[in-house]
């Protein structure tokens, strides 16, 4: 059974700064990308940013400037660093992960997280 677990979500004010934060527990035989998605209200669910196992990282371009992703392979951790926050950021920001729970290739899932809430407004 593989969890992944977000914190750091609140409400902020415009020009604020919030690190998202979600780990991964359970039987985990490698993790691969890990990714923050984000969905608001009456809009399409959106990537927001995406870290290869390798560290290899890839940003919307709204975002770009702003956020930066990071993980700690080791702490089965990966963090969103919002900065410069804007309304348009507010929604439902959940972590996902691929996920392989054993050694053979079928043993493969994309995992979510329950996802936390960002809300920037004055």
């Known amino acids: 059974q593989v969890h992944l677990v977000e914190s750091g979500g609140g409400l902020v004010q415009p020009g604020g700064s919030l690190r998202l934060t979600c780990v991964a527990s359970?039987?985990?035989?490698?993790?691969?990308?890990m990714d923050w998605y984000r969905q608001a209200p009456g809009k399409e669910r959106e990537l927001v940013a995406r870290?290869?196992?390798?560290?290899?990282?890839t940003l919307v371009d709204s975002v770009k400037g702003r956020f930066t992703i990071s993980r700690d392979n080791v702490q089965k951790t990966v963090y969103l660093q919002m900065n410069s926050l804007k309304p348009e950021d507010t929604a439902v920001y959940h972590c996902?992960?691929?996920?392989?729970?054993?050694?053979?290739?079928?043993?493969?899932?994309?995992?979510w997280g329950q996802g936390t809430q960002v809300t920037v407004s004055s």
């Open positions: 870290i290869s196992s390798s560290g290899a990282t």
């Open positions: 996902t992960a691929d996920i392989q729970w054993a050694g053979h290739a079928s043993a493969r899932k994309h995992f």
């Open positions: 359970g039987t985990i035989f490698r993790l691969n990308d």
